[in-house]
C-alpha cells in the first residue's frame, strides 16, 4: 500500500538538495569548527556558509544567527536568556515557550476565537517591569498567523524586547525580522534533519547562555558545534518553495472534506492562516481514531500537536480558543508540504469521507 504524508506540521521529509548538502559534511567535514589546523578550519568553513544561508534566509547579519539544536532550545534560549522581570506571552504559544515559563513572572494573553491575540490584550498586559513580550508567529495546530509587526511595535513602545517563535511560519510567509528583537526557527519544520534550528538575536540585545562550556556561537550557546547539521539547515534555507500551489492544494482539500463529509467545522476559519494548515471538526468523531483509519488507508494526519502525542488532555490551543474538550478531541489537523500533489489530495478526501461515514456508524454520540 502507497503511503502519503500529510503532517508536515510535525516534521518534513529531508529534501534531496539538503541530503546532497549534508552528506559531504557527514562524511568529509568531521573536524572541529574550533580548532585551528586544516580540519578544523574547513569545518569552520562550512558552518560560517551555513550561518550566511541562515541569515540570507532571514534578511538579517550572520552575526545575529545562533544556532541551536532546534526550535525548542531557541525558544528556551529567548526567553530565559533575557534579563529576569515581567514576561507577557499567550495561552496558546507551543510547548516549549509555556514550559520556560512556568516559574517566571508571566501575564497570559487570551486568544479569540480563531486565535488571533489582539493588539488592545497585549497593551493591557504590558507592565513598567515588562522585560519581554513572546507571541508566535504562526500556530502550529490552527495555522493562525499573528500580526507579529503591530504586536512587536507595542512592545518596543514600552520599552520591551519581542521574540516570536517563527519555527511554524518560516518558509510560508513573509518573515518580520526588522520588527523583532528575536525570532526561532527549527530545521525539521524546513526539510532539513532533526536537530538544528536557530534563533535571531538583533544586534545589541544582551543575551545569557542557558547552556554552559566553552565560547561557542560568540559566548551565546556553549557546546561543539553541530557542523552537519547547520549545514542542511543552510541548504534547506536555501530551496525554493512553492507555496502558492501548496495553498492552492490545502484549499482543495479543505473545500472538498467540508463539502462532502456532514457536520464538520473549520477552526480558525475567520483568521489569516498559512497556505498549507487545515484543522477541522468532525461532530461525533474521536480524533485519535480519525487519525488511525486514515492510517490503515495509508494516509498520515494529526489530531494535535506532535510534541503531545500520548497526550489524554485535549489540545491546549483549541481549548483556550473556546472549544469545548469534546470538541478539541474530534478535531484534526490536515498539513501538506513538499511531494503533496492533487492526486493525493484527493485520495485524501476520498479517504476522509470513508472513515468518518465509518466511524459514526459506530459512535454512541453521533446523532
Known amino acids: 500500500m502507497e503511503r502519503y504524508y500529510f503532517d508536515h506540521n510535525a516534521t518534513t521529509p529531508i529534501a534531496p538538495a539538503v541530503i546532497d548538502a549534508i552528506l559531504p559534511a557527514l562524511r568529509d567535514g568531521f573536524g572541529n569548527a574550533s580548532s585551528i589546523h586544516q580540519p578544523g578550519?574547513?569545518?569552520?568553513?562550512?558552518?560560517?556558509?551555513?550561518?550566511?544561508?541562515?541569515?540570507?534566509?532571514?534578511n538579517c547579519s550572520p552575526k545575529e544567527i545562533v544556532f541551536t539544536s532546534g526550535g525548542t532550545e531557541a525558544d528556551n534560549l529567548a526567553i530565559l536568556g533575557v534579563p529576569s522581570g515581567h514576561i507577557v506571552t499567550t495561552n496558546v504559544e507551543h510547548p516549549a515557550i509555556l514550559a520556560a515559563c512556568r516559574d517566571l513572572d508571566v501575564t497570559y494573553i487570551a486568544a479569540d476565537a480563531d486565535g488571533v491575540v489582539h493588539p488592545q490584550g497585549l497593551r493591557d498586559a504590558i507592565r513598567p517591569s515588562t522585560v519581554l513580550v513572546s507571541i508566535m508567529h504562526v500556530n502550529n495546530e490552527l495555522g493562525t498567523i499573528q500580526d507579529i509587526e503591530a504586536l512587536a511595535f507595542i512592545a518596543r513602545q514600552a520599552g520591551a524586547l519581542f521574540?516570536?517563535?517563527g519555527v511554524q511560519a518560516a518558509g510560508k510567509i513573509r518573515l518580520p525580522l526588522r520588527s523583532v528583537d528575536l525570532y526561532s526557527i527549527s530545521g525539521h519544520k524546513l526539510n532539513a534533519p532533526k536537530g538544528v534550528g536557530a534563533l535571531f538575536v538583533r544586534k545589541g540585545v544582551e543575551l545569557r547562555p542557558r547552556q554552559f562550556g566553552g565560547r561557542h556561537e560568540s559566548g551565546r550557546?556553549?557546546?561543539?558545534?553541530?557542523?552537519a547539521g547547520a549545514v542542511a539547515l543552510g541548504a534547506a534555507c536555501d530551496l525554493r518553495r512553492d507555496n502558492r500551489t501548496i495553498g492552492a492544494l490545502t484549499d482543495r482539500l479543505e473545500k472538498g472534506i467540508l463539502k462532502r463529509v456532514?457536520?464538520?467545522?473549520?477552526?480558525?476559519a475567520n483568521a489569516p492562516r498559512v497556505p498549507n494548515t487545515t484543522n477541522i471538526r468532525f461532530a461525533g468523531i474521536e480524533g485519535e481514531a480519525m487519525v488511525i483509519a486514515l492510517d490503515l488507508r495509508g494516509f498520515a494526519v494529526s489530531s494535535g500537536a506532535a510534541c503531545s502525542?500520548?497526550?489524554?488532555?485535549?489540545?491546549?490551543?483549541?481549548?483556550?480558543?473556546?472549544?469545548?474538550r469534546d470538541e478539541a478531541k474530534a478535531s484534526i489537523r490536515f498539513s501538506l508540504g513538499l511531494g503533496n500533489t492533487i492526486e493525493q489530495v484527493d485520495g485524501l478526501i476520498e479517504a476522509v469521507v470513508a472513515s468518518a461515514a465509518?466511524?459514526?456508524?459506530?459512535s454512541p454520540v453521533y446523532v
Open 221 to 227: 550557546r556553549a557546546g561543539t558545534e553541530n557542523v
Open 262 to 268: 456532514p457536520q464538520t467545522t473549520l477552526n480558525g
Open 41 to 58: 578550519q574547513q569545518a569552520k568553513q562550512a558552518l560560517e556558509c551555513a550561518r550566511r544561508q541562515t541569515a540570507a534566509f532571514l
Open 163 to 165: 521574540h516570536s517563535d
Open 358 to 362: 465509518h466511524l459514526r456508524r459506530l
Open 309 to 324: 502525542s500520548g497526550a489524554v488532555e485535549p489540545s491546549h490551543v483549541l481549548t483556550a480558543i473556546g472549544l469545548t
